[in-house]
């Protein structure tokens, strides 16, 4: 896989206008900073010594030392005021772009991950994927925000006051600029280590934070086998290596303040021996000298700053790098060029010698020929692995097949938009995942249009309306996260009701009974059965009374098809089916009907 760098310039250049703005008021704030020291030097040798003032003051008609401190002190607010103006404005418009910048960046990272296949998804871990969405975004936001702009005035800054230094003395800055060789090599090797301090740091912290979410998640399983211990201490072993790593990256980033702080001193010390001599031999006035110090510590303050910006920058460096992982992967399933919108499906289904394998595995499917017809119920059962939840993820295209084709109405689905193909699929999976939202909402997930009769209708379809109503604000309950506030045959009931109010030519039922205890098994079934008429559905089941009544039942064993037809010919048959509707009827009483 290819990484692509995330490039700041690429996040910044749809803003360029609003940066525009900013970097003007950006200009004039670094103006108003050159400005600074200039009314303390008309004060020192003008007002307090005897050198005359400068043309421009006489230019304004000033002519009395009491006048003149007025005007210098009058120019000290008003350089103030401007820079606090243009201040102002520059962080208030980097802000609003920072911001813009982290909208956009998890936008793109967000529907990028929302395309990338199944197979990606499932050897991820949620905590590390959140924290790119989160953290590492909100770095790169902070670094625009804070330090984007703030380089370029530092840079400018420093640029303006060197010209002005040389122009004044420019011996004393060849002193000042003595120890900017080292200065650089300090920076140089210090960034490069902080660098990879936060880059360690931020998988450590991606690795804790999928720890907590692993743990938080499966709270029942860790209750139920009183594992608390466990999970703790396993969480406090990744805490204790993200403190380590933090305070190894924090030895590394204090030591280039530290070093700079001591090298922008003997830098000063050294501006002030030499100063001091040219003052003292006339060479120089002490307004001079005090603006040349004054100017000396603006240059070195962006040193300081950019030396204190490391920080920022590395973690935005790490986190841009870490969300190119991401963006870096293929979406395998996506719209062909050609790519057209589906018309209303008849809804018959094809499986042409379909071959698929999940990654570099063995082949799940083998060589499928199978025909759904029309309008047709048709169940596919089978052990534990052989290809039938892959079957029903095939026609939907939440994979494609590595060989062969799969087509609707005799069109490869390829052929389809995702969304036109998708939109004309119900599903129900075998997790039943419901949102945190309320009642009507997760039944009208697939349809935002329902009305609420529409959604009560498919609710009763489904054998579901009876415990709505007795929640406590019925179809407006808000539900918890993943719909952990019901139990396991209410979830399925609700994502079966969601299923049904799609109205879609084609139904795709994975293990839709799970979670159903017998009574409301064959309540929702006999609302499905009636659902089903002129429609085609495939349906997964394990419990082979849920699929008595298909118009054709297709026996899977590794991968291929082992028997076909209705429950009677196959019992005939005493094959695989047989064998499995044995074994489970021997145990459970014979369903009624």
């Known amino acids: 896989m290819v990484r692509p760098r995330v490039r700041l310039v690429q996040l910044l250049r749809p803003h360029a206008p609003l940066l525009g703005v900013a ?78 910048v982290g909208f956009d960046l998890r936008q793109r990272l967000y529907h990028h991950v929302q395309g990338l296949s199944l197979a990606w998804h499932e050897r991820q871990r949620a905590g590390d994927l959140m924290m790119r969405l989160t953290a590492d975004v909100d770095a790169a936001e902070s670094f625009v925000t804070g330090a984007v702009l703030g380089i370029a005035l530092d840079v400018l800054t420093v640029g ?31 960034t490069r280590r902080v660098k990879a301090a936060a880059g360690a740091l931020k998988a450590r912290e991606a690795e804790l934070a999928s720890v907590a979410e692993e743990a938080i998640a499966a709270v029942r399983v860790v209750q139920a086998f009183g594992r608390e211990a466990f999970e703790e201490e396993r969480l406090a072993r990744e805490g204790r290596d993200v403190v380590a790593l933090g305070l190894a990256a924090r030895r590394v980033k204090a030591l280039l303040p530290a070093l700079v702080n001591v090298l922008v001193a003997v830098g000063t010390a050294g501006v002030l021996v030499v100063g001091a001599q040219q003052v003292l031999a006339e060479r120089l006035s002490t307004g001079e000298l005090l603006v040349f110090v004054l100017y000396l510590a603006q240059t070195y303050k962006p040193v300081k700053d950019l030396a204190k910006m490391t920080d920022s920058w590395s973690r935005a460096v790490a986190s841009l790098d870490r969300i190119g992982e991401v963006l870096g992967e293929a979406t395998r399933v996506h719209d062909a060029p050609d790519a057209r919108a589906a018309p209303r499906f008849r809804g018959r289904i094809a499986f042409e010698r379909v071959t698929f394998g999940y990654d570099d595995g063995p082949p799940v499917l083998r060589d499928l020929d199978l025909v759904i017809e029309t309008g047709q119920r048709v169940a596919l059962v089978g052990l534990t692995g052989s290809g039938k939840s ?108 969601r299923a049904l109010i799609r109205d879609a030519p084609i139904l795709l039922l994975d293990e839709p009974s799970a979670a159903l205890d017998a009574e409301s098994e064959a309540r929702i079934f006999a609302g499905i059965e009636r659902l089903t008429a002129g429609r085609t559905s495939v349906t997964i089941a394990h419990r082979l009374a849920t699929v008595r009544r298909a118009d054709l039942i297709v026996v899977l064993d590794g991968g291929r098809i082992v028997e076909r037809g209705t429950h009677a010919s196959l019992l005939a048959q005493g094959g695989l089916y047989a064998r499995l509707h044995q074994i489970q009827f021997a145990a459970e009483p014979a369903p009624v009907g």
């Open 390 to 497: 892959t079957c029903i993820r095939l026609i939907s295209r939440l994979y494609d097949p590595l060989v062969g084709r799969v087509t609707i109405d005799g069109e490869d689905v390829r052929r389809f938009t995702l969304a036109s193909l998708r939109g004309q699929v119900s599903v129900v999976l075998q997790d039943a995942v419901l949102f945190h939202a309320t009642v009507a909402e997760n039944i009208a997930y697939g349809r935002p249009d329902a009305t609420a009769a529409e959604i009560e209708a498919a609710a009763r379809l489904a054998h579901a309306h009876a415990f709505i109503e007795r929640l406590p604000r019925g179809y407006a309950t808000v539900l918890g996260d993943r719909g952990e506030t019901l139990s396991g045959g209410q979830r399925q009931a609700i994502a079966i009701a």
């Open 160 to 190: 303006g006051m060197l010209a002005v230094m040389f122009a004044l003395a420019w011996r004393l800055s060849l002193v000042a600029l003595l120890v900017t060789p080292l200065l650089f090599a300090v920076a140089l090797a210090t």
């Open 23 to 100: 970097l003007a008021a950006m200009l004039v704030e670094g103006g108003a900073s050159l400005l600074e020291p200039w009314p303390l030097k008309v004060v020192v040798d003008s007002v307090l010594g005897t050198r005359p003032a400068p043309a421009w003051v006489h230019a304004l008609g000033v002519r009395t030392p009491s006048a003149l401190l007025a005007l210098s002190a009058g120019l000290v607010v008003a350089i103030a005021l401007v820079g606090a103006a243009s201040g102002y404005a520059e962080k208030s418009l980097v802000t609003v772009v920072g911001k813009r």
